[in-house]
C-alpha cells in the first residue's frame, strides 16, 4: 500500500509498515517510492506486531490505517477490534483487495465449479480455534465499520487476468487449486490434469481470469 499509495498523496508522510510476518517485513521497505506527489519527503518504519491488537490509543496521531489483502484472514471479532480501533481513534481506514469469492473463467468448464466452491470453503476454515471470514470478509467489515458509527464507500476492484499477466495467472492457479485440494481431497484425482489445462490455455493466452475484490474505505 505504501508503493502505490504515497506517491500518490502529498505532504511528508511517515509509513508504520506492520505485520506479524518477521520473514515478509525483511523484505518490506525495499523499493519504497521517496517523494510524495508534492516532493515531500517518505520515511517508513517496520514494526511486527498482530494488527487485531491495535487500540484506539496505539492509533493516536495516525492519519490512515491501511491494508491490502488482509480482512479474509481475520475472524469477525478481530475485524470488530480493528473497525473499534479505528473508529474509536477518528483514523480513516482503506482496506484494500478483499476476495468476494467471485470467479470467472473464460471459457468455463464444470471443473471451475467444485474447485471455487472448495477453494471458498478453504477460506473459511478454523484454523487454531480461529474462524476464518474468507470472501464473507467485506461484508462483516462494512458491518464493523457501520455499528462502530463509520461512514463505508465501497468499490468492486476485480482482477482481470489475462495474457499480459501470465506469470500472475500460473502463480494465482496453482495456488487456488492447491487450496482447493486440500480442503476437499476428493478433487485430487481431477487437479492435477485440471491444473494442467487451465495453466496451458493461459500460457497459450486463452484463458481469461475475473477475480472479484472489494475495496473499503471506512470514514469515522
Ligand atoms: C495475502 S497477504 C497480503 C500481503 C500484502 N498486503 C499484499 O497485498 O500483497 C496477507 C498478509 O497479512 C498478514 N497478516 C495476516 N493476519 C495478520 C495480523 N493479524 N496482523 C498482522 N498481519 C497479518 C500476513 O502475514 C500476510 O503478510
Do not use: K, N
Not at 487456488?176 to 485440494?181: H, K, P, Q, R
Amino acid at each position: 500500500m505504501a508503493r502505490w499509495l504515497a506517491p500518490r498523496l502529498p505532504g511528508p508522510q511517515h509509513w508504520v509498515l506492520a505485520d506479524r510476518d518477521a520473514g515478509l517485513l525483511a523484505h518490506v521497505a525495499d523499493a519504497l517510492p521517496p517523494r510524495a506527489r508534492d516532493g515531500s519527503p517518505i520515511t517508513a518504519e517496520v514494526r511486527e506486531l498482530d494488527v487485531t491488537t491495535l487500540t484506539a490509543a496505539d492509533l493516536a496521531g495516525v492519519d490512515l490505517v491501511t491494508a491490502s489483502a488482509l480482512l479474509d484472514l481475520l475472524t469477525a471479532e478481530e475485524i470488530d477490534a480493528v473497525a473499534a480501533a479505528c473508529v474509536g481513534a477518528g483514523v480513516a481506514a482503506l482496506l484494500t483487495l478483499s476476495v468476494t469469492g467471485q470467479v470467472r473463467f473464460e471459457p468455463a468448464e464444470p471443473r471451475d465449479v467444485p474447485m471455487a466452491a472448495a477453494f471458498d470453503a478453504h477460506q473459511q476454515r478454523t484454523v487454531d480455534g480461529r474462524a476464518l471470514l474468507g470472501p464473507r470478509a467485506p461484508t462483516v467489515a462494512e458491518e464493523a465499520f457501520v455499528r462502530h458509527g463509520a461512514h463505508i464507500l465501497s468499490r468492486a476492484s476485480p482482477w482481470h487476468l489475462g495474457l499480459d499477466d501470465v506469470d500472475l495467472v500460473v502463480a494465482w492457479l496453482q495456488g487456488w487449486v492447491a487450496a482447493a485440494v486440500a480442503q476437499d481431497p476428493d478433487l485430487a484425482r481431477h487437479a492435477d490434469a485440471y491444473l494442467a489445462r487451465r495453466l496451458e490455455a493461459a500460457e497459450q493466452g486463452r484463458l481469461r481470469v475475473t477475480v472479484g475484490h472489494l475495496d473499503l474505505l471506512a470514514l469515522p
